[in-house]
């Protein structure tokens, strides 16, 4: 299923109206069901839905390893509005699915059952306070540049958020996922990570095109990412979770200008 959807749109510019082929970005609903448990829903950018179901689990302290998922299956069936797309997990004999709070998320808030900065780092498996790993300045500064190259929804649509994981030490990119939802784009990324024996991050940076709220410090901490890189604005509770889990926070990462929140020590060669 294609990110991009074509409509046909009234264009008024200048007070001259005509009709044209408008590419935008492609949101439908997606299912995750584990067996015994209520599924989640979240509507996402259609692409790499098992690697968001992944990340998930990552996010929500429920897996750790790639093998303590035993199976994980993409169902599609319908189109336009009745389409309707999930993912079936099977767990492993003795792994424990999310609590039940997960199961409250939605497609604007990836933590909505969260009270607590000691709720988020009970489901930390990886602690991040004595975690050195160091990214120069200059190449954190390039990581929007980098993450928007390989923005190519965004670039045909403007309507995507993106992730993408680099590694601290080179500035390689590893991987940039895009989704309607920042907090999926997220996912999207960790859930490859897992699969491909990268967590925990400790190696790397989590660089975001959105603002850094609440939820993405969870999740780059959940998954071992010592360092969250924002082009836009951190929110309070971003701050505040970032500094308690000892997470690296840099927003407003724009040309030559960024603000650091929490451990500055991690980033390197500062004037």
């Not at 994980?72 to 609590?99: F, H, K, M, N, Y």
């Not at 602690?127 to 954190?140: G, I, M, N, S």
């Not at 390039?142 to 923005?151: I, M």
């Not at 095109?209 to 959940?222: D, G």
Request: proline fraction near 5%; include cysteine.
């Amino acid at each position: 299923m294609s990110a991009v959807g074509r409509y046909r749109v009234e264009r008024v510019t200048a007070g001259v109206r005509s009709q044209v082929a408008d590419e935008v970005a492609v949101e439908e609903p997606l299912e995750i069901r584990i067996a015994g448990c209520p599924p989640w829903r979240t509507m996402r950018t259609p692409g790499d839905d098992i690697d968001l179901a992944l990340g998930w689990l990552v996010s929500e302290g429920a897996v750790s390893a790639a093998d303590e998922v035993f199976s994980a299956q993409e169902c599609s069936s319908g189109e336009g509005l009745e389409r309707a797309t999930s993912v079936d997990i099977t767990l492993r004999d003795g792994v424990q699915p999310p609590l039940a709070r997960s199961y409250a998320a939605s497609s604007s808030c990836g933590v909505c059952g969260s009270d607590t900065n000691l709720d988020v780092l009970s489901r930390c498996t990886w602690p991040l306070d004595e975690v050195t790993t160091q990214v120069k300045a200059d190449v954190l500064m390039s990581f929007p540049d980098q993450l928007r190259a390989s923005q190519r929804g965004f670039g045909r649509t403007g309507g995507l958020h993106a992730a993408g994981l680099f590694v601290a030490g080179t500035g390689e990119r590893l991987i940039v996922r895009e989704d309607v939802g920042r907090h999926n784009a997220v996912d999207k990324v960790i859930g490859w990570a897992l699969r491909e024996g990268q967590l925990p991050g400790r190696g790397l940076v989590l660089q975001v095109s959105s603002r850094a709220s609440f939820e993405l410090v969870q999740k780059a901490a959940t998954a071992g990412i010592p360092i969250l890189s924002t082009v836009s604005a951190p929110t309070s509770m971003a701050i505040e979770l970032a500094r308690t889990a000892h997470l690296s926070l840099a927003c407003f990462v724009r040309g030559t200008t960024f603000n650091i929140y929490s451990e500055p020590e991690r980033i390197s060669n500062l004037p």
